[in-house]
């Protein structure tokens, strides 16, 4: 189908308002953002329950949750919800609900990013290792800006590198001007043009193709598999699935939305609403690639041609505009996010922190401006890594994440026995070893990467926990280590 033909001036004419207006806000909030680190970053600690909603949300649900759980919904079926979209509400309740308001109400005021978190609870070491590992995550956000070229370019013809460079661009300025106080209103409007633009799509599939025992029907002639609780997985796999939605409680844009917040109880009313919106959110994705699947399996290249097909067939002009705009914001919200916390750790915590010790306030907020645009071009050159598609993105980068930081986050909160040589061991031990069971080894036995390198390095590091413990020598009491 040539998508091009139906992408019209109207369609045009939403995306074009979208990249204004989030233009607008970020000039807007510039005067807000540059009062200090604190202001630029979690934007004075002072977003209310329905922008924490907002926040939350856009930053959680991202381009993967559009393209690549419609790429999902097109090749492994039903399950993906079963392994994936379930598992992610019940397995990151704890987060919103425990982790997130002690994070706010306990920790000390000094503590901004995920790595001053880890020098609070274990030394300066871990917070530098940890402010290069999460650096180093820029290429999930390659993916994600991979996304918004490849649809324009499947819809408009518009060249992927000149959208690329647009997206690219608009993304570096208005983060660089306005830090979170600009993603949080960008976020919020954002987060409503995607819950309109699903909730478009899936109306405009029952309209066209019937309801939902149309689609199943179709889906049992092209694939009876898709319809059944594991599909094509194994155990093991559909366990790798559920610990992908883990990697959540090692992502640093949580931990800035929940020190951002006015209070732990504002984080427990925001992230348990969002969390019910999100199940909907997600599986309205996974549905929408099923069907795409069912009715344009035989005449699409691959999964994002036939669900952007699919898209087109079933939204009016205009609404087509505004599911490609919400795709937009998916990317913006979450890639916005993290060249902020890039910046911040490359400047605030690397350079500042163990570098130049003395660099004032102002000097620190110029840099990592300046940086926000450096991560915009290593990120766009880094969607070559993603030509064949998104789909596992987060599968690979999530389990990455959890296997090196989740045992030394969650336990060092809340594990009074714990000790900087465990999260040291833990966290350079997961590294190689994920690199080596998933590229080297190539998963012997069919044993998920993220399942063996998880449960080994949480038994490493309650090991070496257990072995140095000593009640008479025990760390000092985080309330003691003093802000850089």
Not at 13 to 21: D, E
Not at 230 to 236: E, F, I, P, R
Not at 401 to 422: D, E, Q, R, V, W
Not at 464 to 483: G, R, T
Request: with cysteine.
């Amino acid at each position: 189908m040539d998508l091009t033909k139906l992408w019209s001036a109207a369609d045009w004419a939403v995306i074009l308002i979208y990249f204004i207006g989030v233009l607008a806000v970020g000039v807007s909030m510039k005067s807000r953002a540059g009062k200090s680190v604190k202001s630029f970053y979690v934007a004075s600690r002072k977003l209310t329950v329905p922008i924490i909603i907002g926040v939350g949300a856009a930053g959680w649900y991202d381009s993967w949750t559009i393209v690549g759980l419609a790429e999902c919904g097109w090749t492994m079926g039903i399950c993906v919800m079963l392994v994936f979209v379930i598992p992610e509400a019940i397995l990151r309740l704890p987060l919103a609900v425990i982790i997130g308001p002690h994070v706010r109400d306990s920790i000390p005021d000094w503590v901004v990013t995920v790595p001053d978190l880890m020098k609070y609870l274990y030394d300066e070491k871990i917070k530098l290792i940890s402010a290069v590992t999460y650096i180093a995550n820029l290429l999930y956000d390659s993916a994600l800006l991979f996304a918004i070229a490849e649809v324009l370019k499947l819809v408009s013809g518009m060249p992927m590198v000149a959208s690329l460079i647009v997206a690219g661009a608009v993304i570096a300025i208005y983060t660089a001007l306005s830090g979170l106080w600009g993603l949080a209103v960008t976020d919020l409007i954002q987060f409503a043009i995607m819950t309109v633009a699903a909730g478009a799509l899936i109306i405009g599939m029952i309209m066209k193709f019937g309801g939902l025992p149309v689609i199943w029907q179709e889906l049992e002639t092209v694939d009876p598999s898709l319809l059944t609780p594991m599909g094509n997985l194994t155990a093991w796999e559909g366990i790798a699935w559920a610990i992908s939605a883990c990697a959540m409680y090692c992502e640093a844009a949580c931990y800035q939305r929940f020190g951002s917040a006015r209070s732990g109880q504002d984080i427990k009313t925001a992230y348990s609403i969002m969390l019910a919106m999100g199940v909907t959110f997600s599986s309205a994705m996974v549905i929408a690639g099923m069907g795409a699947r069912a009715f344009f399996g035989d005449m699409a290249a691959s999964p994002a041609e036939g669900f952007w097909s699919m898209v087109f067939t079933v939204l009016p002009v205009g609404f087509r505009g505004l599911f490609v705009a919400a795709l937009c914001a998916a990317v913006m919200s979450t890639v916005s996010s993290d060249w902020l916390l890039f910046s911040t750790c490359a400047v605030n915590d690397i350079y500042r922190g163990f570098i130049n010790r003395n660099l004032s306030e102002q000097k620190t907020l110029m840099g990592m401006r300046a940086a926000v645009g450096v991560f915009g071009v290593i990120t766009v050159v880094g969607t070559i890594f993603w030509a064949d598609g998104i789909a596992n993105a987060w599968y690979y980068l999530g389990g990455f994440l959890f296997s090196m930081f989740f045992i030394p986050i969650t336990a060092g909160l809340f594990y009074k026995k714990k000790c900087t040589a465990a999260a040291l061991a833990c966290i350079v031990y997961s590294a190689v070893l994920y690199v080596v069971w998933e590229f080297i080894l190539a998963c012997p036995g069919g044993l998920p990467t993220s399942v063996v390198v998880s449960v080994t390095g949480a038994i490493l590091y309650f090991a070496i926990c257990i072995a140095k413990y000593d009640k008479n020598s025990e760390l000092p009491e985080p309330e003691a280590v003093k802000e850089v």
